[in-house]
């Protein structure tokens, strides 16, 4: 008996041993400590999850969930998150140029002709005034301005929007700032602001809601402009290079379904009811009604590099936001979308 007991053990053991020679199956999965938001650009990222495309290649995601990307910052700069969902706003470029151990790697939405992720509403009253696209931006001098946060993507597009119908948005109007989205679309239809800029799903919700209408997107007054990216923590980057590659790998996966379904939603219900469990949104049926202004992630990785340098140039030399500008180099590090991107072709590991 006792020798039969030997026996199963050695066998146990060398079975095991096969097993992670022949590909590491047994092996703990790499934690990855995401920053995300509960925002229909962050699609991709919902449906690699939904779909376990990050168990495929190994990964256990934690997850921690801002209602802003300005706020995971703290999080990152302190060592609690890997990588995290940002904006091109001007507190980055800040952040950077002192010093910060961040670095953008992913797009994460872009504001791509027929897909834009922004939203300018306005009250009936402003409208009835003919106020009724961006064109008519000229009529809004003196008007209040409601964005949730200096220096962030919102007020970048309405600014330039102004500054195109000839005003100057440093003094020509009134900007309202620091309320929150949900907050700004009430004091709309409370005519407490006269203008928005929000995320398309909050600017549709005050016109349905008759709060004020959308008169403009962000595709139409900044064509590809970015809405989000990815960041990563540098020494993140240096040390676990592998496992941010497969990251990316599943989320690209995950972008590439994200992408597909903005633009046919009746045939991928699915996705639908994925992005409706993650985001503000709640219910298919209104992540269908403003599909396909989702914004657009570019199916390679790469964020729209030269409207982030431009964001950095707008907020530098017009608005004196930014203090010291910081390179490409320093931005961006492309290479774990580059190797992502041939990795994924090649080896197919979704089996799509």
């Known amino acids: 008996m006792r020798l039969t007991s030997l026996l199963r053990a050695v066998a146990g053991a060398l079975a095991l041993s096969l097993m992670l020679a022949a590909g590491g199956y047994a092996r703990a999965a790499d934690v990855i400590r995401v920053g995300e938001g509960p925002f229909i650009t962050g699609g991709g990222f919902y449906v690699a999850l939904e779909r376990g495309y990050f168990k495929k290649m190994n990964l256990d995601i934690q997850m921690k969930k801002f209602n802003d990307g300005a706020l995971a910052v703290p999080a990152i700069l302190s060592g609690e998150l890997d990588i995290t969902l940002m904006t091109a706003n001007a ?59 200096v220096g962030s993507i919102n007020q970048y597009d309405t600014a330039r929007a102004l500054q195109k ?40 919700f005050a016109q349905n809601n008759k709060w004020g209408p959308i ?8 064509p590809n402009s970015s809405i989000g990216v990815y960041a990563a923590n540098k020494d993140f980057v240096k040390n676990k290079r592998d496992v941010l590659v497969r990251f990316a790998m599943a989320y690209l996966q995950g972008v590439k379904e994200f992408d597909a379904a903005a633009n046919a939603p009746d045939s991928h219900k699915d996705i639908l009811e994925f992005l ?62 580059q190797e992502a991107k041939k990795r994924l072709d090649a080896e197919k590991p979704f089996g799509k």
């Open 215 to 222: 008169v403009a997107r962000g595709d139409e007054i900044e």
């Open 91 to 149: 507190s980055l470029f800040n952040s950077i140029a002192k010093g910060a151990p961040l670095v953008i790697v992913l797009d994460r939405g872009h504001n791509k002709p027929g897909y834009g992720y922004l939203a300018v509403n306005v009250t009936q009253e402003i409208y009835d005034q003919g106020v009724h696209s961006a064109a008519d931006f000229a009529k809004l001098k003196g008007k209040r301005m409601g964005v949730g946060a």
């Open 276 to 337: 409706a469990k993650n985001t503000f949104l709640n219910k298919p049926a209104l992540i269908k009604a403003i599909a396909p202004y989702w914004s657009y992630t570019n199916e390679d990785g790469i964020p729209p590099i030269d409207s982030i340098m431009h964001m950095q140039d707008y907020w530098a030399d017009y608005f004196h936001y930014v203090e010291k500008k910081v390179t490409r180099e320093q931005l961006f590090d492309l290479s774990v979308a």
């Open 165 to 204: 119908a000839g005003l100057d948005p440093r003094k020509d109007v009134k900007w309202v700032v620091g309320v929150s989205q949900p907050d700004l679309m009430k004091m709309l239809g409370q005519k407490q602001v006269d203008l928005t800029d929000l995320a398309y799903q909050f600017g549709f």
